[in-house]
């Protein structure tokens, strides 16, 4: 979730975060009421990524998915071209009821996020049809991302399902733990196929924002941190650093990339990350 100015940082996990009372409206209304030039910058890269990507594949229509989707519709913008299905998966009740309310006609301040997509020919394509692609491919999930791996959720296949995926503003900005924000990072990269082309985004420095009159919490990372993680699930990834220095946080990564397959990779989905990894756990 994208900071808000004038919070003090403190301590939250996941768990005791008031998920519940979270906003969309205001949230919306603080982020995404106008088109800031970092989103916009985002919109172009990430549509431009992925229109690469399928340019040289032929595997469609595919599943893909949004991790903590909340009240952000372009990530699944970004993937509608190419899916048959996209699964927004979400935990706050609130966030939930708002997505499943955009499911069958997406407000139009979403379009001005589309039309820079349509500068793709992917995009342009179905840009008759767009709301109708959306309300046809879209399934609204309530669930945690740290059961997303969980045998049951999502069919008896939970590792590897997706073959794309999207994650914005979410890993770093659900608790102030970096052990969660690892989990979580993880989590979403153990759900996509082999090859999976994939966006994230992140806020760079965040210390905690604020939804309406309530606070939540981040964690501060930086691009090191966050390609320490990636790097035994894709390999090379394309980082971009966005936006101004901001009380709250110092920027945004951008993170590009294509799931591996490799043996380090299996172990991290087998719960070993610790053990690889034990520089990063006390490194905070």
């Known amino acids: 979730m994208r900071d808000v100015t004038g919070v003090v940082p403190w301590s939250m996990l996941n768990a005791e975060a008031p998920w519940d009372a979270f906003d969309p409206h205001a949230y919306i209304d603080h982020n995404y009421r106008y088109l800031l030039d970092a989103d916009a910058e985002i919109v172009q890269l990430v549509g431009r990524h992925f229109s690469d990507h399928f340019r040289g594949n032929s595997h469609r229509p595919v599943l893909g998915i949004d991790v903590g989707a909340g009240a952000n519709l372009y990530p699944a913008l970004t993937m509608l071209p190419w899916c048959s299905e996209i699964t927004l998966l979400e935990r706050s009740p609130k966030n939930v009821e708002y997505l499943k309310e955009q499911k069958p006609n997406?407000?139009?301040?979403?379009?001005?996020?589309?039309?820079?997509?349509?500068?793709?020919?992917?995009?342009?394509?179905?840009?008759?049809?767009?709301?109708?692609?959306?309300?046809?491919?879209?399934?609204?999930?309530?669930?945690d991302l740290f059961d997303l791996g969980r045998r049951g959720l999502f069919g008896s296949r939970p590792y590897r399902r997706w073959q794309m995926g999207t994650m914005f503003f979410v890993a770093e900005s659900l608790s102030s733990s970096h052990e969660e924000f690892r989990r979580a990072v993880e989590c979403f990269m153990r759900a996509l196929a082999p090859g999976a082309p994939f966006a994230a985004a992140f806020m760079e420095g965040s210390k905690g924002y604020s939804v309406g009159d309530r606070f939540f919490p981040a964690c501060d990372v930086n691009e090191l941190q966050v390609d320490e993680i990636l790097e035994p699930f894709a390999g090379a990834v394309d980082y971009s650093t966005l936006g101004e220095v901001r009380p709250g946080h110092t920027g945004i990564i951008l993170a590009l990339g294509h799931r591996k397959s490799n043996s380090v990779a299996s172990v991290l989905s087998g719960g070993f990350s610790k053990w690889l990894n034990p520089v990063f756990r006390h490194r905070h």
């Open 106 to 143: 997406f407000h139009p301040e979403w379009d001005r996020f589309w039309k820079l997509l349509c500068e793709q020919p992917e995009y342009d394509g179905i840009d008759a049809v767009r709301r109708e692609r959306f309300s046809g491919a879209v399934r609204v999930r309530e669930g």
